[in-house]
């Protein structure tokens, strides 16, 4: 463990001493808090291209299709001894059976692959039985049992335990019965880890996925806070006016992605071209989500990197992408990638994120004012406070009403706006006004489907 790094604050708000007329405050300096902050130890994913050779891809080949044949074999036996006599098998008990079946001739063939491969698979579907339970207790439909495998699956990955620390230490990734595996680019300066994924994805490309935990140093204080509004004509527009130019990925490749499948589907099923031209389109898919994540990465990098405070939408990308017409579009933006981006870079870099609640009116609501108007339409990208007078972009004002949101919720303020028509103030011999919540607002029933998201 590194030394803990001594970090000097400097206060934002100095401190006030009274002076001059009566009732005003005049600041005469400014409060400089000293403290010491270890550097904080998070697991973070490594993903590095893996280039097997000719003779290491056929080994694969067979390990992934015994690797596959287990999980349907274990997938069978369960799903036959619940129906059948109500039993429960686990792991542990398809493993037993296992080391007897590699004793037959007939199944010799499972003692290719290292028995932790086969293991892993095993445990694998231990947790997905899990999740599948987890879900059924909490009443979601449909609940996912878990499917066999097809015989042609073509994205597929194994996980291997013991690789070589001494040749982990000198930059290579030696796996067991496999070898050595050449990478595109070094081995991070990490630990050894516990174990080592190797995945082929459907474009036939290979890959070393591990994980590591790793010491990173907190960013320096900005003092600057910002709101973020995630949307479709721009990615995404910032409480400060800034506006992130959405680069719609997809729809920029549709044309020529639409030409390949339908080349794709004139193949004859089996031959060789069409496997060749299958690789081809998930290249096409493989370079789209690439870029996509570039973008994304660029994004939540500058955000953590430049403010202290970040506040955004908590949006139900799940149930906003059942959209009949926007589907396509809410998809390639990848809100749901850029927030979960958020999430744990604030947490490595000592940043604060705070989420909106979805149910906030942003973008109907005066940020100058706080009057909320009935109905804002999709289309309107613009509009005129009628109590202040001020006029509005739909996506700014949107950012500094998720801006005063979320500071409200890390001030601990209560959950109400008091910015209502200026209004006598309860004492003065009158009622004050209805104040607006500004939290969740569920009454709001969307007759028309989606057509009044804020997006």
Not at 4 to 11: A, D, F, H, N, R
Not at 45 to 60: C, E, F, I, T
Not at 215 to 242: C, F, K, M, Q, W
Request: charged content about 25%.
């Amino acid at each position: 463990m590194a030394e803990p790094v001594s970090i000097t604050y400097k206060s934002p708000h100095p401190v006030a001493k009274q002076s001059g007329a009566k009732g005003e405050g005049v600041l005469t300096a400014s409060a400089t808090a000293c403290y010491t902050a270890p550097m904080p130890a998070v697991m973070r994913s490594y993903r590095l291209r893996a280039y097997p050779n000719g003779a290491q891809v056929r080994m694969l080949n067979q390990w992934f299709g015994a690797a596959r044949w287990l999980w349907n074999y274990s997938l069978a036996s369960r799903t036959k001894a619940y129906q059948r006599r109500k039993e429960s098998l686990t792991s542990i008990d398809i493993s037993r059976r296992l080391t007897k079946l590699k004793t037959l001739p007939k199944y010799a063939w499972l003692s290719a692959p290292p028995a932790t491969c086969l293991t892993q698979t095993l445990r694998d579907q231990d947790a997905t039985f899990r999740h599948f339970f987890r879900r059924v207790k909490a009443g979601e439909n449909p609940a996912g049992y878990p499917r066999f495998r097809p015989r042609h699956e073509h994205t597929t990955s194994l996980r291997f335990q013991g690789v070589s620390l001494p040749k982990w230490v000198k930059g290579t990734v030696s796996l067991h019965k496999l070898g050595a595996v050449k990478l595109a680019e070094p081995l991070p300066n990490v630990q050894r880890p516990d174990t080592v994924t190797l995945k082929r994805e459907s474009d036939g490309r290979y890959y070393i996925t591990f994980s590591a935990k790793v010491e990173v140093a907190l960013l320096p204080v900005t003092n600057r806070v910002i709101g973020v509004d995630l949307g479709l004509t721009h990615l995404a527009t910032l409480s400060d006016g800034t506006k992130i130019e959405n680069p719609r990925h997809y729809r920029a490749r549709l044309r020529y992605l639409r030409q390949q499948q339908r080349c794709l589907s004139r193949r004859q099923k089996g031959s060789k071209r069409r496997e060749r031209q299958r690789l081809k389109v998930a290249r096409i898919h493989a370079k789209i989500r690439a870029r996509r994540q570039y973008t994304a990465h660029q994004f939540t990098t500058r955000l953590v990197r430049n403010f202290d405070v970040i506040a955004v939408e908590d949006l139900a990308v799940k149930n906003m992408i059942r959209h009949p017409r926007l589907a396509r579009s809410i998809a390639d933006a990848g809100w749901g990638e850029i927030t979960r981006q958020l999430e744990y870079k604030c947490a490595w870099y000592g940043r604060t994120l705070v989420k909106v609640d979805r149910w906030f009116p942003s973008s109907k609501t005066c940020s100058a004012c706080g009057h909320k108007l009935e109905r804002l339409a999709l289309s309107v990208r613009g509009w005129t406070c009628p109590d202040c007078g001020a006029i509005h972009d739909r996506d700014i004002n949107a950012g500094q009403n998720i801006l005063l949101a979320g500071m409200s919720q890390i001030g601990g303020r209560e959950d109400r706006d008091l910015r209502r028509e200026g209004g006598a103030l309860a004492g003065d011999g009158e009622t004050a006004p209805d104040e607006l919540r500004t939290g969740q607002i569920a009454s709001e029933l969307f007759s028309n489907g989606f057509n009044q998201i804020n997006l």
